[in-house]
């Protein structure tokens, strides 16, 4: 057998040697053909297909691939088969597959798979096929064959139905997986085609092949643009609805179940629950929907030790997004897909499912917070913290400890914040470590911290001094003018929350606001922010939350130097007036002739979102007037006074509600007695007269007294 071995080593020398030696294309030809006489058939190991390679380069095959005149009495395709068998037997060598005389072969390759295809170009198919494989395993080659036109070609040859055109199918899953934005960008109705056809399939289906499906579907539902957009992805999404209801509706083995919950999850990631029908059939699905994966995650999660497969975690964190859905629908008032019975039920179940979650987050070891799957927890636990604040709390606070840890980890490890898609996450095709986990720990903080006992262990556990940190690395993120990692609209969401959260703990730990010094950096930071974000309209909930939170720091922290009439305090100030005396304006009162005060045109989309954030201002103003002399000049300057007197005198009192004049009172109030001028400017503009017709007691009682001391007639 060695020799056999050396003697057949010795051949394919001499043959390559005659192939090097030749003159011309014949000599070439002729010496190829020994070539794959004295090398059987899928024996080329890389070493030898390095020489061939080395023998020949890309010329011949080019050349071959180009010719139009076979050899006498041979198809007239035999040179250009010849050419792709050589190319296809370079692209097992991943080095060679990326080289650019591949590349720029791909067109030709996306041709041949286009032409007619008889018995006799099979195997020419099936060569393209091995080289656009070889091709998208490369690092450049999926961009390449994107933009080359590749995807479509994949599209057509997979809806004729000839040759290898599974093998398009399993290519077209590939560059899906790692260009799905592009693909869709790009080809969007070829690829929209192909669903229509396999979601078709899919409906009538009887067998297995309902389920292979299941794996293959979720790979063609995009992200973006919505499916929900033109009328073919609607019907797509009609017959995915309808061959689910009859899956999840018959009984199934945990096999078979598995795949349908993730292509469910992966249409609710896509459009939410709007492929959902209305209607009692469409709320019993969506019921059921939830149920199974509420009691997935029970069965996985509550059984003791680690889970077996990886494949097990998909399918678990698929449920774990229709429980997300779950508790949307719940909590959905307009146009519900859920009665209010099923609602109080699913409620129920999903509660029994977030303690399994919980069970399973007390259990993990310092060496899994690695594993995505953690991750996954923590943000679907996160989802039902920013909504169920009553059930499960004992055991929430128990865990919060370990989700402090479990965030400082990931924020400390990952910087700047980022957070894998969660078509990422039910997939598991990522393999970076998402780092966020905050973002989504938030909203429940927020909760927490407006109540005692949760409030105190977040700050045992130093909770504010993380959230601070996060906080300034959120505003250099919204501020920077490079791409930032996180949606734009993630990042403002979170240093809007993350305002709410300190604002609850402004309001019930004083203390720990002033002797913390993590609050002087974020003071620092809300100095400087304010006067940038208020000119942007689109920022102004953002702005009013970073006003409010300043205001009522100051009146907390107005000792520290950064307060003490610096240039950045006076901004700050000036700003935050700015924010509050903006807010109202006089209009037309359609009920009479007259005026009525009324919500500014630049507020109003934003007022449900900033209304009680102004009234809080305001109260906080009201508040830091004593403490900082220079104050009132500010609002001197700003011309606030004279504005909102105006703004008095010229309205309907009736327009003006009780709340608002309180706060106006407040404001008003503290500025006359702490300054001449601001009281002087109030009575110009007959002050006494509008504080007795708006019933601003306090008001007129301050002028009166105020008034009386002053040995100045004309003040200062």
Not at 96 to 105: C, F, P, R, V
Not at 474 to 483: D, H
Not at 532 to 545: D, F, G, I, S, T
Request: aromatic share 6%.
């Amino acid at each position: 057998m060695a020799s056999d071995s050396g003697d057949g080593h010795a051949t394919l020398k001499r043959c390559l040697g005659v192939l090097r030696d030749a003159r011309n294309d014949s000599e070439q030809f002729a010496a190829l053909l020994l070539v794959t006489k004295a090398v059987k058939a899928g024996e080329v190991d890389t070493k030898t297909r390095r020489q061939i390679f080395d023998a020949i380069g890309f010329t011949f095959p080019t050349r071959l691939l180009t010719s139009r005149q076979p050899p006498a009495g041979c198809p007239p395709h035999t040179f250009r088969a010849f050419g792709l068998t050589l190319l296809a037997c370079f692209c097992t060598d991943p080095e060679l597959a990326g080289h650019s005389q591949i590349l720029n072969k791909i067109p030709t390759f996306n041709d041949i798979l286009l032409s007619p295809c008889d018995l006799d170009c099979t195997s020419m198919v099936d060569d393209v096929y091995q080289c656009l494989s070889a091709v998208l395993a490369t690092a450049r080659g999926p961009r390449e064959l994107v933009t080359k036109g590749t995807v479509s070609a994949l599209c057509q040859a997979y809806l004729n139905g000839g040759h290898g055109s599974d093998r398009a199918l399993t290519l077209l899953v590939g560059l899906l997986a790692v260009a799905e934005a592009k693909c869709w960008q790009r080809d969007a109705p070829q690829l929209l085609a192909v669903l229509s056809k396999l979601s078709g399939d899919f409906l009538k289906a009887e067998d297995m092949t309902k389920f292979e499906l299941c794996e293959v579907l979720p790979h063609f539902i995009p992200l973006s643009p919505p499916l929900t957009e033109n009328s073919q992805g609607s019907e797509c999404l009609c017959r995915l609805y309808k061959g689910l209801a009859d899956v999840l509706g018959s009984k199934l083995s945990q096999s078979q179940r598995d795949p349908a919950l993730k292509l469910a999850a992966s249409l609710v990631q896509a459009c939410g629950a709007e492929w959902i029908p209305a209607g009692s059939a469409g709320s019993k699905f969506l019921a059921l929907l939830v149920n199974l994966a509420c009691v997935e995650v029970r069965l996985t999660l509550e059984e003791p030790g680690p889970m077996e497969t990886e494949g097990k975690k998909e399918v678990v964190t698929a449920c774990y997004v229709l429980m997300e859905m779950g508790i949307q629908e719940c909590l959905r008032e307009e146009n519900p897909l859920l009665e209010n019975v099923q609602k109080v039920q699913l409620m129920r179940i999903m509660e029994e499912a977030f303690g399994a979650v919980i069970f399973y987050l007390r259990e993990v070891k310092q060496e899994e917070l690695q594993d995505p799957f953690i991750f996954a927890s923590v943000r679907v636990l996160g989802a039902w913290m920013a909504e169920e604040t009553s059930s499960l709390k004992q055991e929430i606070c128990e865990l919060l400890p370990f989700l402090v840890d479990y965030a400082r980890k990931l924020f400390k490890e990952g910087s700047p914040a980022v957070s894998l898609p969660q078509a990422e996450l039910v997939s598991a095709k990522g393999s970076a470590l998402p780092q966020d986990a905050l973002r989504f720990l938030l909203p429940g903080f927020c909760h927490l911290t407006a109540e005692d006992r949760p409030r105190d262990i977040l700050i045992s556990v130093g909770a504010p001094a993380l959230l601070c940190e996060y906080f300034l690395q959120q505003w250099e993120v919204l501020t920077s003018k490079s791409t930032a990692p996180a949606p734009l609209t993630s990042t403002e969401m979170s240093l809007q929350t993350l305002c709410g959260i300190f604002l609850n703990l402004v309001v019930t730990a004083p203390d720990l606001v002033r002797c913390d010094k993590t609050f002087s950096s974020l003071m620092d930071v809300l100095l400087n922010s304010l006067p940038l974000l208020l000119p942007q309209k689109h920022h102004l909930v953002l702005a009013a939350n970073v006003a409010t939170l300043g205001l009522m720091m100051a009146r907390i922290l107005a000792g520290s130097a950064a307060l003490q009439g610096k240039k950045s305090a006076k901004e700050f100030f000036g700003a935050a007036i700015r924010f509050l005396s903006q807010a109202h304006t006089a209009q037309a009162d359609p009920s009479s002739d007259g005026l009525a005060l009324a919500v500014s045109p630049t507020f109003v989309s934003a007022w449900d979102d900033i209304q009680e954030l102004w009234f809080l201002g305001m109260q906080a103003l009201a508040g830091c007037i004593p403490l900082f002399p220079w104050l009132p000049q500010a609002v001197l300057q700003a011309q606030w006074l004279q504005g909102l007197s105006q703004l008095l005198s010229c309205v309907a009192p009736s327009s003006v509600d009780f709340e608002l004049v309180t706060a106006f009172q407040a404001v008003l109030v503290e500025l006359a007695r702490a300054s001449e001028q601001c009281r002087d400017v109030i009575l110009s503009h007959h002050g006494t007269e509008w504080a007795s017709l708006y019933g601003m007691a306090a008001l007129e009682q301050c002028l009166a007294e105020q008034g009386g001391a002053s040995s100045t007639p004309g003040g200062k």
